[in-house]
């Protein structure tokens, strides 16, 4: 009879031996903003690398599309870092307003991965990481290689190997965040293709769409790996109302124009941005005391752009027009930072939307009417009159709020301006404080100009008879 008990022991002590299984592990740090430093130093996720089986993959987009105030898809794998916490040029992230996108990476051939690192850097939220990551090594008859989004990606020949989501529970989203993806047993399979789902961190604005600085892709043979490294920056700070203001000139990318900015330009900063404050204030609002002035060498036909507290400069539009307008388009991206409409969309659950011809009309305003009215380059021109509508945006919205201003209300841009940064803009604004709809001011506007230039059909037909002389 014992023989038996034995056997029953002995099978209950199979039953209850645990039974060591590979498990997959996320690793998340973060370094909040004023603790964070241009290295992505951690205690328990690596530190990005300066060469891994990510350097010499492909990157492509799959759905979404780059935001271009952004680097290329190849600042996610050249082994180079931001060296500051609002770098559009050292990150990859996707436009602005929309809900992320799907990359591909493809390692070339099938390996076996030991980890997988994701870097992420900025002041707000912006920062932190949300994203699924997939894995496949192409061999599934299933396999698809460019799964666009809605594909059931595990229908599709794909692994789900972790979902990543580094948003703090409460309190500042900014600063600097590592994800690291490994597995308990050493290898987290071998894979060829890799896939990152990614989607913004809020939507309360149109900005909250992640700034990567770096993947990496550690192979399990690989040696050790040299850490990435940051730029050498050429820069130089100035400080404005005793050290109140702080302005951080960057020309890395343009040694050519550092005199310029610094003996040129950075006297005009100085000056007007404590002046824009003051032109555009509103109760219990403070705006942005660091800025960074940003010379870059991706911005297209983009002459400058403005985001939270940096400024950009298209360094080919800037070397074409230091004599001319390069000076007054960095008020108006100056405007820009003291705006913060972006606030009050954050704030205000139930915001509206400041239209965009008034966003952009507001710092053309300033800046031709105010800056540099010597210049009258917001005066409407015989050609330019059949066009003029009071909400084309830019120069020609700036001379009609300059129109408002001198014949209704001298204070009706402080007056939008507050609203907007409230998210509490509506067109009723005009009426109590003019007596007049927005439409009706801009009649008004248009036969003024009229009166001043002659009629816009007369401007019309004159060219129309002069084809007809020849």
């Given at each position: 009879m014992k023989r038996p008990l034995l056997l029953i022991a002995g099978l209950l002590l199979l039953v209850i031996v645990?039974?060591?299984?590979?498990?997959?592990?996320?690793?998340?740090?973060?370094?909040?903003?004023?603790?964070?430093?241009?290295?992505?130093k951690f205690n328990n996720v690596p530190s990005p690398a300066k060469s891994d089986a990510a350097t010499a993959a492909k990157f492509a987009i799959l759905d979404g599309e780059r935001d271009p105030n952004g680097g290329d898809i190849t600042?996610?794998?050249?082994?180079?870092?931001?060296?500051?916490?609002?770098?559009?040029?050292?990150?990859?992230?996707?436009?602005?307003?929309?809900?992320?996108?799907?990359?591909?990476?493809?390692?070339?051939?099938?390996?076996d991965i030991r980890q997988i690192n994701i870097y992420s850097w900025h002041a707000g939220s912006r920062g932190p990481q949300v994203c699924q990551l997939y894995a496949s090594d192409g061999q599934s008859?299933?396999?698809?290689?460019?799964?666009?989004?809605?594909?059931?990606?595990?229908?599709?020949?794909?692994?789900?190997?972790?979902?990543?989501?580094?948003?703090?529970?409460?309190?500042?989203?900014?600063?600097?965040?590592g994800a690291s993806v490994s597995d308990s047993s050493g290898v987290l399979g071998k894979y060829r293709y890799l896939i990152f789902d990614i989607r913004r961190t809020e939507d309360a604005d149109g900005f909250g769409n992640t700034f990567y600085s770096e993947i990496d892709v550690l192979d399990r043979d690989?040696?050790?790996?040299?850490?990435?490294?940051?730029?050498?920056?050429?820069?130089?700070?100035f400080e404005a109302e005793g050290g109140k203001y702080r302005f951080t000139f960057d020309t890395t990318v343009?040694?050519?124009?550092?005199e310029w900015a610094y003996k040129e330009l950075s006297p005009v900063v100085l000056e007007w941005y404590p002046k824009l404050i003051a032109m555009l204030p509103s109760e219990g609002f403070a705006a942005p005391t660091n800025v960074t002035i940003l010379f870059r060498d991706n911005m297209g036909g983009t002459p400058a752009s403005a985001s939270g507290s940096r400024i950009n400069c298209n360094v080919d539009w800037f070397?074409?027009?230091?004599?001319?307008?390069?000076?007054?388009?960095?008020?108006?991206?100056?405007?820009?930072?003291v705006q913060q409409y972006g606030r009050g969309r954050r704030n205000n659950p139930t915001a509206t939307r400041t239209p965009g011809w008034l966003t952009e009309g507001i710092p053309d305003y300033l800046r031709w009417f105010k800056f540099e009215p010597e210049t009258r380059g917001a005066e409407i021109s015989r050609r330019g009159l059949a066009r003029a509508k009071y909400d084309a945006s830019y120069r020609v919205t700036g001379n009609f709020l300059n129109w408002v201003t001198e014949n209704y209300d001298t204070s009706i841009v402080v007056k939008l301006n507050a609203a907007a940064r409230q998210g509490k803009y509506t067109e009723e604004i005009w009426k109590t404080a003019t007596g007049k709809t927005v439409q009706e001011l801009g009649e008004e506007w248009k036969k003024a100009l009229e009166e001043k230039i002659g009629p816009a059909a007369e401007i019309e037909a004159k060219p129309a008879a002069d084809e007809l002389k020849k």
């Open positions: 645990p039974v060591t299984r590979a498990e997959i592990k996320v690793t998340t740090e973060r370094n909040a903003s004023e603790r964070a430093s241009a290295r992505f600042a996610l794998h050249d082994g180079k870092l931001p060296n500051e916490d609002d770098q559009p040029s050292a990150n990859f992230f996707f436009r602005a307003g929309t809900d992320g996108g799907r990359l591909l990476l493809d390692l070339g051939k099938a390996i008859d299933a396999f698809n290689a460019e799964p666009k989004m809605g594909t059931d990606l595990e229908k599709a020949g794909w692994k789900s190997i972790a979902k990543i989501d580094t948003r703090p529970r409460e309190g500042d989203a900014g600063g600097q965040y690989a040696p050790k790996i040299a850490e990435a490294v940051t730029i050498q920056r050429v820069e130089k700070m343009a040694p050519d124009l550092t070397r074409k027009n230091l004599k001319g307008e390069a000076r007054g388009s960095v008020v108006h991206e100056m405007a820009h930072v």
